[in-house]
């Protein structure tokens, strides 16, 4: 694959961790640029608690079990999440400030040190010429593996009548708990949102069991209840397709974000109060969220508010994704410059760790 002036493609390296919706988001952007990439996964050892502002350029914190991260390095790193971070900043740094980086959500790391980060409105970013608000995740599902699913759930769950409200089940992850209690409410509104037909319950590896023993009291027929579990078979695919309305709790930005791609109308159910929490000023969040110190708590009203504007159903999401890749071409398809000058020297953390 060749780009402009017959140059070869970017080589792209994707970090990868250890939330699948993180990783769905940078392997969708990966795909959707069109360039050959190499997943990098990683793992950690306990020094990940730590935060990117005391670890700043390190690979230390990662486990024996991950990939090697060793040059040549790429022209372009895309990474999600808190723990890819530092690793991506080393990076940056091995390569004397020539590879770009693209962090997707929150980086817990200073604004300046990435040429783009690809964020969301929850998270409450500061506006920044390298910081892209987008409406929803980058999380799309793949059609053909939904039509295959399809093609072996849809037999099986025929006897039930439509039309039919798929559940999407979450677990805990600030500000919202998800227990007991929570997994009875959820079942009840589910019971009250759908319009006849039936309930496609599938809780999630984040679930807990007493949530999940909850639900699994509280559902009544005509239902479907599929508890996640490792190594079986998963109809999460197969429900996306099948979907005729989608309940999605709170929690899940990437469930919701799937759910909201299919174009079908998306309610989305709180699982119990959000905790309080303790805001300093505005102006105080932003100072914060540029040096890399700390960002807002979670705000996921502010997601659930897209998906509810658009009426449930925001296909227009997708235009989300053809944004970023322009924005990420951007960086790197300069006339006159190879990809390896793209990124911006003046970005490299100083600090570097082995």
């Given at each position: 694959?060749?780009?402009?002036?017959?140059?070869?493609?970017?080589?792209?390296?994707?970090?990868?961790?250890?939330?699948?919706?993180?990783?769905?988001?940078?392997?969708?952007?990966?795909?959707?640029?069109?360039?050959?990439?190499?997943?990098k996964?990683?793992?950690?050892?306990?020094?990940?608690?730590?935060?990117?502002?005391?670890?700043?350029?390190?690979?230390?914190?990662?486990g024996?079990?991950?990939?090697?991260?060793?040059?040549?390095?790429?022209?372009?790193?895309?990474?999600?999440?808190?723990?890819?971070?530092?690793?991506?900043?080393?990076?940056?740094?091995?390569?004397?400030?020539?590879?770009a980086?693209?962090?997707?959500?929150?980086?817990?790391?200073?604004?300046?040190?990435?040429?783009?980060?690809?964020?969301?409105?929850?998270?409450?970013?500061?506006?920044?010429?390298?910081?892209?608000?987008?409406?929803?995740?980058?999380?799309?599902?793949?059609?053909?593996?939904?039509?295959?699913?399809?093609?072996?759930?849809?037999?099986?769950?025929?006897?039930?009548?439509?039309?039919?409200?798929?559940?999407?089940?979450?677990?805990?992850?600030?500000?919202?708990?998800?227990?007991?209690?929570?997994?009875?409410?959820?079942?009840?509104?589910?019971?009250?949102?759908?319009?006849?037909?039936?309930?496609?319950?599938?809780?999630?590896?984040?679930?807990?069991?007493?949530?999940?023993?909850?639900?699994?009291?509280?559902?009544?027929?005509?239902?479907?209840?599929?508890?996640?579990?490792?190594?079986?078979?998963?109809?999460?695919?197969?429900?996306?397709?099948?979907?005729?309305?989608?309940?999605?709790?709170?929690?899940?930005?990437?469930?919701?974000?799937?759910?909201?791609?299919t174009?079908?109308?998306?309610?989305?159910?709180?699982?119990?109060?959000?905790?309080?929490?303790?805001?300093?000023?505005?102006?105080?969040?932003?100072?914060?969220?540029?040096?890399?110190?700390?960002?807002p708590?979670?705000?996921?009203a502010?997601?659930?508010?897209a998906?509810?504007?658009?009426?449930?159903?925001?296909?227009?999401?997708?235009?989300?994704?053809?944004?970023?890749?322009?924005?990420?071409?951007?960086?790197?398809?300069?006339?006159?410059?190879?990809?390896?000058?793209?990124?911006?020297?003046?970005?490299?953390?100083?600090?570097?760790?082995?």
């Amino acid at each position: 694959m060749t780009e402009h002036s017959g140059q070869p493609a970017p080589t792209v390296w994707v970090l990868l961790g250890h939330r699948s919706g993180d990783n769905g988001q940078a392997l969708a952007l990966a795909a959707a640029l069109g360039w050959p990439f190499v997943p990098k996964r990683l793992r950690y050892n306990r020094l990940h608690h730590a935060p990117n502002w005391l670890l700043g350029a390190t690979r230390r914190h990662t486990g024996p079990a991950s990939d090697p991260i060793e040059p040549p390095w790429p022209d372009l790193v895309v990474a999600v999440g808190k723990r890819s971070v530092p690793v991506a900043r080393w990076i940056r740094r091995r390569s004397a400030g020539r590879t770009a980086l693209v962090q997707i959500g929150r980086p817990f790391a200073p604004l300046r040190d990435f040429d783009l980060i690809v964020t969301t409105p929850q998270y409450g970013l500061p506006p920044r010429a390298n910081v892209l608000e987008l409406l929803l995740p980058l999380n799309r599902p793949d059609p053909a593996a939904m039509t295959a699913a399809a093609e072996v759930w849809a037999p099986r769950l025929a006897h039930l009548p439509r039309p039919w409200t798929v559940v999407l089940v979450g677990g805990r992850s600030a500000p919202y708990r998800m227990d007991a209690s929570a997994g009875a409410a959820l079942v009840a509104e589910a019971a009250a949102v759908r319009h006849g037909g039936s309930l496609l319950v599938t809780t999630s590896p984040r679930t807990p069991p007493a949530a999940a023993d909850a639900i699994a009291a509280a559902l009544q027929p005509p239902s479907f209840l599929h508890r996640w579990a490792p190594n079986a078979e998963n109809p999460y695919p197969a429900l996306l397709a099948l979907a005729d309305a989608f309940l999605v709790t709170a929690d899940s930005a990437s469930m919701l974000a799937e759910a909201a791609s299919t174009g079908r109308p998306v309610a989305v159910f709180e699982p119990g109060p959000p905790r309080p929490s303790i805001r300093p000023p505005g102006a105080v969040w932003r100072w914060l969220a540029r040096s890399g110190i700390a960002t807002p708590p979670r705000n996921m009203a502010r997601l659930q508010s897209a998906v509810r504007i658009a009426g449930g159903a925001v296909p227009g999401s997708r235009d989300d994704l053809a944004r970023t890749v322009d924005r990420v071409k951007a960086l790197l398809l300069r006339p006159g410059l190879d990809y390896m000058s793209a990124a911006l020297p003046d970005a490299a953390p100083k600090e570097a760790v082995e």
